[in-house]
C-alpha cells in the first residue's frame, strides 16, 4: 500500500506559496515523513520539513490520499497551484508543527551534540504527528535522535533519566533534553519487532521484570519527578476525568465499580512499579537476542500487571497464556503470597479503560486535523472493556 501525497508549502513566516503536483511513496503510515521528504527532494529538488497533516481520505491513517503542510526556504523551481488551506493559529497546535518550529528543535539539538563533542552531520526528518516529531542525526562519532513530545509526554525524560540510572542497558540513553518536550537519545541498533511471535514476547516480559522489580523502593521518586500517578487510589478519577464528554454510558457499571474493583486488586498483594504503558512489541527493540524498550511517552506509576496485559493484547488465548503464566510465575517468586492470575483478571477491563482515557486525552489534547489519527481508538477500548475475557 502506498501514499499519494500532495505537500502545501509555506514560507518560515508561514505564508503560503502554493501546492507542488502530488506523488506516490511507497510507505502508507502517515505519520513517517521520511520517504517524504526524499521524493519531493528527488523529483523537485527542494527542500521540505513537513510540519503536520492538513487531510487524509483513508479510514486508517495509512494509504490513501494525503496532503500535508511543509516549510520551505525559498520557492522551487517548479511551478505551484495556488493553496487553499487554512492557516488560522490554533492553540493545541505542537512547537513542531509551526513555521519555524523545526529549525528551532534542530538548533537546539545540533548545538547539543556540538556541546557533547558529537557534531551532526546529516540530519534527516523521520516523523511528525500529534504524539511526537523525530528526526534522525548522523556524524562520525554516532547516531542520535531528536525527539520532541506534546506536554502530556513531557515525563518521558524523567523516566529515561531514572532508567539510566537504575537499569542501565534496558533502555535508550537520554543525552540531552531542554525540559520542554525535546530529548536527545542514542541510536538503538536493531528492529522494532511489530508481530513478534510468541516465544520472542515470553523474552521481552523475562527482560523487562527485573527493571518492575527495581522500580518498586523508587515509586514515590518517580511520582515526585513527574510521572503520573495511576496507583489504586488516583486511577478512578483519572479515567473518569479524561472521559468527561464522552458517552460513557455502555461502561458506566465498569466505571462505577473501579475503586471496589482496584480494592481487590490491592488485595492480591503486587507492589505499584513503574509502568511502559504501551509494551507492545513494536515499542521493544532487538538486536542479536538483546532486548531494548523504547518510547516511555506513556508511562505512569501503578499495577505492573498493565504491562503483561497490554504485551499480550491481539493475541489469541492459547498464544497469551504462557505469556501470562510465566509472568505470573515470576511475580509470585518475587512476592510469595501475591495472587498475579487474580490480579490479571480484575484489571483485564481496567486495562481497556485506560486505554480510552488515554486516547481521549489525546483526542482533547491535539488539533482538529490530527484527530483523524485517534477517531476510533476510545471506542474500540469501550468495545474491549465489555468482551466476556475482560469482565
Known amino acids: 500500500m502506498s501514499r499519494s501525497v500532495t505537500l502545501v508549502l509555506v514560507d518560515a513566516a508561514g505564508a503560503a506559496l502554493g501546492t507542488l503536483p502530488a506523488f506516490d511513496v511507497p510507505s502508507p503510515w502517515w505519520q513517517e515523513v521520511a520517504p517524504v521528504v526524499a521524493e519531493a527532494r528527488q523529483r523537485y529538488g527542494v527542500e521540505v520539513a513537513v510540519l503536520r497533516l492538513l487531510t487524509g481520505d483513508g479510514p486508517q491513517p495509512m494509504g490513501g490520499t494525503v496532503t500535508y503542510l511543509a516549510q520551505v526556504d525559498g520557492p522551487p523551481a517548479t511551478p505551484l497551484v495556488p493553496a487553499k488551506v487554512d492557516l488560522t493559529a490554533d492553540p493545541l497546535r505542537a512547537p513542531y508543527a509551526e513555521p519555524g518550529g523545526p529549525a528551532r528543535s534542530l538548533a537546539w539539538a545540533t548545538a547539543e551534540l556540538r556541546r557533547l563533542g558529537r557534531p551532526a552531520e546529516t540530519v534527516t526528518q523521520q516523523r511528525t504527528w500529534n504524539l511526537s516529531a523525530v528526526w534522525r542525526l548522523d556524524g562520525p562519532d554516532g547516531t542520535a535522535w531528536l525527539k520532541q513530545v506534546p506536554v502530556f509526554f513531557r515525563h518521558e525524560a524523567a523516566v ?138 506513556d508511562a505512569f506509576v501503578g499495577h505492573p500487571a498493565f504491562d503483561a496485559l497490554r504485551l499480550v493484547e491481539g493475541l489469541a488465548d492459547d498464544d497469551a497464556a504462557p505469556v501470562l503464566a510465566e509472568w505470573c510465575a515470576r511475580w509470585r517468586a518475587e512476592v510469595p503470597g501475591c495472587e498475579p492470575e487474580r490480579a490479571v483478571e480484575l484489571l483485564r477491563p481496567v486495562a481497556a479503560l485506560r486505554l480510552a482515557a488515554v486516547y481521549a486525552m489525546f483526542l482533547d489534547g491535539i488539533e482538529a486535523s490530527e484527530r483523524v489519527y485517534h477517531a476510533t481508538d476510545v471506542d474500540t477500548y469501550f468495545a474491549q472493556a465489555l468482551t466476556p475475557a475482560a469482565r
Request: contains cysteine.
Open 160 to 297: 529515561l533519566r531514572w532508567l539510566g540510572r537504575a537499569a542501565p542497558g534496558k533502555t535508550s540513553t537520554l543525552l540531552a533534553d531542554d525540559g520542554d518536550g525535546r530529548m536527545l537519545i542514542e541510536h538503538v541498533p536493531g528492529e522494532d519487532r511489530y508481530g513478534a511471535p510468541v516465544e520472542e514476547r515470553l523474552a521481552m516480559a523475562a527482560d523487562f521484570h527485573p527493571v518492575q522489580v527495581r522500580s518498586v523502593p523508587d515509586a514515590a521518586e518517580l511520582v515526585a519527578a513527574g510521572v503520573p500517578d495511576l496507583r489504586a487510589d488516583a486511577l478512578p478519577a483519572w479515567i473518569r476525568d479524561r472521559l468527561v464528554g464522552w458517552d460513557t454510558s455502555p461502561v458506566r457499571s465498569l466505571l462505577a465499580g473501579l475503586e471496589a474493583r482496584l480494592d481487590e486488586v490491592r488485595g492480591c498483594g503486587l507492589p505499584d512499579t513503574l509502568v511502559h504503558g504501551d509494551l507492545h512489541p513494536g515499542n521493544v527493540r532487538a538486536d542479536a537476542g538483546r532486548h531494548v524498550v523504547i518510547d516511555w511517552g
